[in-house]
């Protein structure tokens, strides 16, 4: 938390300080030249049937969710270039910390021609998983309100979203075509609020240990087919307190990990889009005292399978609307709990009058509760399964 | 209706759709800073260029993307009819960009004046004009 409070107040100071201090430099000095700043700020009103979704909306209309955003760039000499974003968002009560620098980071690049070039990342890097990790925060990036829940969860959205550690990336052009990859390793950032995911376990002291991040990826963004392929693997060093029966179990060397290789696939026309990303996700515990229980085991793994599809259509240059399907499941022989499984059939619209003001409305119907934040709810097998929910979003950036 | 008909209506749709083409690809221009080596660009690179993917001229010098403001009707038949896409998916692009912290966005003018202006004293400068507001400190890139 205080390296957090420091990189935090470091990055900012950094901010103001080349903002202020080099804004009126003369066009002659090779320092701290193309200074850019945007920001963002979007307030969302959700109301669902049963359940808190992202806020307060257990039957009733809530406000609580919104977000905000600033962002600097600069060139800081020559080719080396630094960007920090710093994001506030608010998605469920139990949030004690809503401000986080996303990102800060160094950029390098080591090899660079018309088509191609090689560069470096150095700093707290966002995990660039499937299409939409990158940008999912900001609406003016994303095609719904919410991200499709099955591959880009909001429960644990802190501590996989970005890391502190260094990527190498590459790209060529072919055309309007581009081939990319990169790899990025680092130490993940843990945000504690979100410990209270696996509350079963009652967690505490959770510690990023490491994580890697590979992804290939080719085609357009906007014409024709763009695909890419992640593997990422963060893995985790956390101390637990539980109960198996009558035994405790405390144990101070456990760890766990997630595995996730999500397939991404979209298809852009002028006026149309369709976007498929298939997310396989393991996940293993390791709590090395429950070797000793009786019929327990020290290792734990999981799986789940998750996809989803979404059809886009542009009316024009104001007017989109879009229809989607999400779901995820546990892999297992027996039949799945509630919140163990997530259907959800989603569409809305989006309204775009000018360059800086956006509006959005989405319903979703859905089945099942493994996507709801556990911090935010009380779950039982009684409760319904199924359940909506409708939101609207008003958006502006600078 | 007969098929003479039905030929008939299908040979004018396409004519005045190809004419229509035609006549935006003649009112407007790519516009350059006199430094920029390239006299033509294909479509795809200048597609390249203003999702902000392509950042070097051939001869390694940088390039600045220059874009009229989205409510603009000039930049609206830009994306439109030549880059073919909507000018909120380039925005789309762009900020997609920008917010990850990957890449910058284009320099975004109030007028074809300031586009003029700014492309001819900017070094490795690219833009778009409607072709009566042309003069001579620019160049234009021919679109293949």
């Given at each position: 938390m205080i390296k957090q409070r420091l990189l935090l107040l470091s990055s900012l100071l950094l901010t103001m300080l080349s903002g202020v201090l080099f804004a009126g430099e003369s066009e002659q000095s090779d320092w701290f030249q193309r200074n850019n700043w945007s920001a963002f700020v979007s307030q969302t009103a959700i109301y669902s049937s049963d359940y808190n979704f992202l806020s307060q909306s257990d039957d009733a209309l809530s406000f609580d969710m919104w977000e905000a955003g600033f962002l600097f760039s600069t060139a800081v000499i020559n080719k080396l270039t630094f960007s920090a974003q710093v994001l506030g968002r608010k998605v469920s009560e139990s949030n004690g910390n809503d401000l986080r620098v996303d990102y800060a980071f160094l950029s390098y690049p080591l090899y660079q021609t018309m088509n191609d070039k090689i560069g470096l990342r150095l700093g707290r890097i966002r995990s660039s998983y499937g299409l939409y990790n990158e940008t999912r925060d900001i609406p003016h990036t994303r095609t719904t309100i919410v991200m499709p829940q099955s591959i880009y969860f909001d429960m644990t959205r802190n501590s996989f979203y970005s890391a502190d550690g260094v990527e190498l990336f590459g790209y060529r052009d072919f055309d309007d075509q581009r081939l990319s990859a990169q790899i990025f390793f680092s130490k993940p950032v843990v945000d504690?609020?979100?410990?209270?995911?696996?509350?079963?376990?009652?967690?505490?002291?959770?510690?990023?240990?490491?994580?890697?991040?590979a992804k290939i990826s080719y085609g357009s963004e906007y014409d024709g087919l763009r695909t890419s392929f992640t593997y990422y693997r963060p893995e985790y060093e956390v101390d637990v307190m539980f109960s198996v029966g009558p035994i405790p179990i405390q144990d101070n060397n456990s760890s766990f990990y997630s595995e996730s290789m999500i397939t991404s696939l979209e298809y852009n026309q002028f006026d149309w889009a369709v976007t498929f990303e298939y997310l396989r996700h393991k996940f293993s515990q390791n709590i090395p005292s429950l070797g000793n229980v009786p019929g327990q085991s020290a290792d734990n793994r999981g799986y789940e399978e998750a996809f989803y599809l979404r059809g886009l259509f542009r009316f024009n240059e104001y007017w989109e609307a879009y229809l989607g399907y999400d779901t995820t499941e546990r892999r297992k022989n027996e039949a799945l709990l509630n919140d163990e499984k997530w259907h959800d059939i989603n569409f809305g619209g989006s309204f775009r009058p000018d360059d800086n003001w956006l509006l959005r409305a989405e319903v979703h119907y859905v089945e099942g509760l493994s996507r709801l934040l556990s911090r935010d709810n009380v779950f039982s097998e009684k409760q319904d399964p199924y359940w909506t929910a409708a939101m609207f979003q008003v958006a502006y950036k600078w | 209706m007969t098929k003479l008909k039905?030929?008939?209506?299908?040979?004018?749709?396409?004519?005045?759709?190809?004419?229509?083409?035609?006549?935006?690809?003649?009112?407007?221009?790519?516009?350059?800073?006199?430094?920029?080596?390239?006299?033509?660009?294909?479509?795809?690179?200048?597609?390249?260029?203003?999702?902000?993917?392509?950042?070097?001229?051939?001869?390694?010098?940088?390039?600045?993307?220059?874009?009229?403001?989205?409510?603009?009707?000039?930049?609206?038949?830009?994306?439109?009819?030549?880059?073919?896409?909507?000018?909120?998916?380039?925005?789309?692009?762009?900020?997609?960009?920008?917010?990850?912290?990957?890449?910058?966005?284009?320099v975004k003018v109030e007028s074809e004046q300031e586009m003029l202006e700014l492309v001819a004293k900017t070094p490795g400068a690219i833009g778009y004009i409607r072709s009566e507001n042309l003069h001579d400190k620019t160049k234009i890139i021919t679109i293949k």
């Open positions: 504690e609020d979100e410990t209270g995911e696996v509350e079963r376990l009652q967690p505490k002291n959770l510690e990023g240990k490491k994580s890697i991040l | 039905r030929i008939f209506l299908i040979t004018v749709l396409v004519l005045s759709s190809l004419l229509s083409t035609a006549s935006i690809a003649s009112t407007l221009k790519v516009i350059a800073n006199i430094s920029v080596e390239e006299e033509q660009l294909k479509l795809k690179d200048l597609r390249s260029i203003y999702t902000m993917k392509k950042s070097l001229w051939s001869n390694g010098d940088r390039i600045a993307v220059f874009v009229l403001s989205g409510d603009s009707a000039t930049h609206k038949d830009f994306c439109r009819k030549l880059l073919k896409v909507f000018p909120r998916q380039l925005e789309s692009v762009w900020y997609r960009l920008v917010y990850s912290g990957t890449g910058e966005q284009p």
